[in-house]
């Protein structure tokens, strides 16, 4: 029985939760739509990572609100190469990407809902 709980609790979350895409998609996406690119760069087993995708990705509102302003991409460090030549420090780290591949914003660490929205708020 806490199986099914945890298996409908799970797929509930995904209905709300952020989709990301890959990098190749945005780049498409992004000639549609000139929204920036929103790279978000983790390694497997990072609980800052983790925390961010339940405490802040996973959030309706959160999701909805970055939606309407980035093309969400997640690039793990374990199974993908970064692309534009980009170096990280630790994870999570967010790259914001204009169309002509230039990097307008780069946010390292982890954060909450209020201080991640504030961060990216004025990206453009």
């Known amino acids: 029985m806490n199986k099914i709980i945890l298996a409908i609790y799970l797929a509930s979350l995904s209905l709300f939760a952020l989709e990301f895409k890959s990098y190749d998609t945005a780049l498409i996406e992004q000639q549609k739509t000139k929204k920036l690119i929103m790279i978000k760069v983790v390694r497997t ?12 990705f996973a959030d309706k509102e959160m999701a909805k609100w970055l939606k309407e302003r980035f093309i969400p991409v997640q690039i793990n ?20 990407v204009d169309k002509n591949k230039k990097i307008v914003k780069k946010i390292p660490g982890a954060w909450n809902i209020e201080d991640f929205k504030s961060l990216t708020e004025t990206i453009k």
Do not use: A, H, I
């Open 77 to 96: 460090l374990d199974e993908e190469e970064l692309p534009l030549g980009l170096k990280v420090s630790f994870t999570p780290t967010f790259y914001f």
């Open 45 to 56: 087993g990072c609980r800052y990572c983790e925390n961010m995708d339940k405490e802040v």
